[in-house]
Structure formats: structure tokens, C-alpha cells
């Protein structure tokens, strides 16, 4: 062979080569290009409705003599179908927007809604203009075995389920959905449409201790990543308490300051919201000043997103039966979420339910400032 033919050769298999790697390099941009718009497609997919916590009575369902602890309700929770992974991902149900007045503009009303308990009474109260008075008011229902309606339009809860109610003015007529909700108790637990509830009025068993439920956790995980994407640092600043454990926050604040000034901020144990397992406290509670920082602000604006409401919001401390707490928020799943915050409610108000103990104590004022040198600290608010 000559160097001139053996020089050739070599020629020939680096193109062979060079050929070879073009082809590998093309197959690794077709693949990478494809997974990139495989996410893209992902993205803009709507993750689904939000997570509506579901009972399930664990004993009913197994059919089994179960005793004391096995008892307890397990929660279920339809999952997240895809993790959200930045804010503008977040899903946000659409709430309906109901009419405020009807057409003509006679008829109108405060709240486009009702909610009401099974058993519960409660007045819609109208707005009436060009002086038509209340007498002149028709009202009927689409449902009267869910509500009894009185000529007044006071609305009675029959039965837990949606309708609606129409006041008639004329050739007006003014829809307003009422939702009849059934409050249930399954072992020492207190449900309303499946939320678990503990509040003055609802206390929690001394044995219940789910800890954080994955479900918070998961939705927690998912709006601190957003409020990261936005530059801002949201943490858990106390999540799970038990029992035993605010058996001694309540003990101290009372014995530090006294039992009427406690019960405006500490729950008494068994009452508290942390054992529920879907409540935490964010960030440092050392700031009472929390509302006012940017994290406050965006938690208040879009906590609803991930599931979560403010527990105790501004102007509804009497509803409540606790101050105002813009760190401390509760998970509802999406769906309740929404709602809570479009028509700006306490879960008592959405609920239908009351906060009060019932041992007669008067409460202490709620809108007080807290006492000088006095902090309110993860270990003992509410
Ligand atoms: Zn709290």
C-alpha cells in the first residue's frame, strides 16, 4: 500500500466517523426537543379541580368492630393530579358571580348567597328601591324540600344540598343560591361538607392526633415554591400541635397574663385549630407586624390557590372568637378556598357555625393590641 493510498483511507474513515456523530448528535436534538415541548404541553394542561377533603368513616366501610382510636374519621382527599410547581400554574377555580340586584333595579341584596345549616333559620335581607316595601315581596323557592320558605323571606335548611330562592318584585325577579349544609359528628369529631372543624364552640378528642396530614403538606410544599418564584420566603413556622402540647401553651399564657386576655389568642386545648392537622402558622410569629410584609401580602392575596384561607381574618374577630392572624392559614382544599376568598368570609360564616365556649365566659375585647412587652410567639397563639 502507498502512503498516497493509505493517506486516503484514513480520509475516507474520518468522514465515516464524522458522518457517524452527525447522525448520533441529530438523534440527541430530536429527543431533547421533544421532552422540552412534552413539558411545555404538560404545563398548560389545568390541573383539575381542587382537593375537596372527603369522609370516609373508616369503620363503616371495613364493617369491622372497631373500638376507641379506629374509630377515628379517616379524611380523604381527592389528590393533587399534577404538582404545582410555580404560581402561574396554580389553578383558580372559577367562582360563580351571582347577581346583586336584578334587572330594573329595584330588588338587590348584600351577599348574592346563603349559607345555612340543616335546622337553621336566617333572613335574606333585601334592598329595595323606588319605595316598594318588604310586604310587596314574593318569595319562592326551586327546592322546598331542601328550604321552607316564609312569605317574610325567612329561609329554613330541610335538607344539606344546593337551590335557589327568588324574590319577585313586579316583572323582576331576583335569584339568590342558597347552600344547605349538614353538620356531622363522627367520633368526637365535628364535619361541615367534609371540612373539619375546631373552634370554641367544636372542640377536638384529647386522642386525635393525625400530625401534619400529607395533604397540607403537599399544598404548603407547593405555594412556598411559588412565593420562592416570586422572591419572597415563606416557611413553616409552627405546623402540628397536639393535645398535650396546648394543654401547656394555654397554661402558660393564662398563668402570664389571664384567662380572658388568653382566649383571644391561644385556644383552649382541644380547641385548637393546629390539631387538626391542616393548619400551620407561616413564618416567624414574632411579627405581629406579618400582614405588612411582602410575604404577608402575597400569602393574604393568593393562599386561596393552594387550598389554603386566613383562619382568623381582619373584621371578623367577633365571627371568629380570635384576632386577627395573617399568618395563620388553613387548608380547605381549592374549591372551598376559592370561594372563602372571592366572597372575603370566615370559615364560621361559610360553615354556618358559631365560635363561642360555651362555659359563659365573656371574651375579652378582640380587637386589643397586644399588652406592652408582650409578643405573640408560635408556642402560644391559637
Ligand atoms: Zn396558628
Not at 464524522?18 to 415541548?37: D, E, G, Q, Y
Not at 400554574?89 to 345549616?117: D, F
Not at 364560621?348 to 397586644?370: C, F, K, M, N, T
Request: proline fraction near 5%; aromatic fraction near 8%.
Amino acid at each position: 500500500m502507498t502512503y498516497a493510498e493509505i493517506r486516503r483511507r484514513g480520509a475516507k474513515r474520518r468522514i465515516r466517523y464524522l458522518l457517524l456523530i452527525l447522525l448520533l448528535m441529530s438523534i440527541i436534538i430530536f429527543a431533547v426537543v421533544k421532552i422540552v415541548t412534552g413539558i411545555r404541553q404538560r404545563q398548560t394542561i389545568p390541573t383539575g379541580t381542587g382537593d375537596i377533603p372527603v369522609i370516609v368513616d373508616a369503620s363503616a366501610e371495613t364493617g369491622e368492630n372497631t373500638e376507641s382510636t379506629e374509630l377515628l374519621p379517616v379524611i380523604e382527599t381527592i389528590p393533587i393530579s399534577e404538582p404545582i410547581i410555580s404560581e402561574s400554574m396554580a389553578v383558580t377555580p372559577t367562582v360563580p358571580i351571582h347577581r346583586r340586584s336584578s334587572e330594573g333595579g329595584t330588588l338587590h341584596v348584600k351577599q348574592p348567597y346563603l349559607y345555612l345549616r340543616v335546622g337553621h333559620t336566617k333572613q335574606i335581607p333585601l334592598i329595595l328601591s323606588n319605595n316598594v316595601t318588604a310586604d310587596q315581596v314574593e318569595w319562592s323557592t326551586n327546592n322546598p324540600d331542601m328550604i321552607d320558605i316564609e312569605p317574610d323571606g325567612t329561609v329554613t335548611g330541610l335538607q344539606k344540598g344546593s337551590c335557589n330562592v327568588y324574590a319577585s318584585y313586579g316583572e323582576e325577579t331576583l335569584e339568590i343560591p342558597v347552600t344547605v349544609r349538614e353538620l356531622i359528628t363522627i367520633a368526637g369529631c365535628t364535619y361541615v361538607d367534609g371540612i373539619l372543624v375546631a373552634n370554641k364552640s367544636y372542640a377536638l378528642p384529647e386522642d386525635y392526633d393525625p400530625g401534619l396530614l400529607p395533604v397540607t403538606k403537599e399544598a404548603f410544599d407547593a405555594l412556598s415554591l411559588a412565593a420562592k418564584g416570586q422572591g419572597l420566603n415563606i416557611y413553616e413556622g409552627s405546623g402540628y400541635r397536639d393535645y398535650a402540647f396546648q394543654v401547656k401553651c394555654y397554661n402558660s399564657m393564662v398563668s402570664g397574663y389571664s384567662k380572658a386576655y388568653a382566649d383571644t389568642w391561644s385556644a383552649r386545648p382541644g380547641h385548637s385549630e393546629h390539631q387538626t392537622g391542616y393548619t400551620i402558622d407561616c413564618n416567624s410569629i414574632d411579627n405581629e407586624h406579618f400582614a405588612d410584609t411582602p410575604e404577608g401580602k402575597w400569602l393574604a392575596a393568593n393562599c386561596y390557590k393552594y387550598g389554603f384561607i386566613i383562619r382568623y381574618p381582619k373584621g371578623k374577630e367577633k365571627i371568629t372568637g380570635y384576632n386577627y392572624e395573617s399568618w395563620h392559614i388553613r387548608y380547605v382544599g381549592r374549591e372551598h378556598a376559592a370561594i372563602i376568598h372571592e366572597q372575603d368570609l370566615a370559615l364560621e360564616e361559610y360553615l354556618d357555625i358559631d365560635s363561642v365556649y360555651r362555659d359563659g365566659d365573656p371574651d375579652a375585647s378582640l380587637d386589643s393590641d397586644l399588652p406592652d412587652g408582650m409578643e405573640t410567639d408560635t408556642d402560644t397563639e391559637e
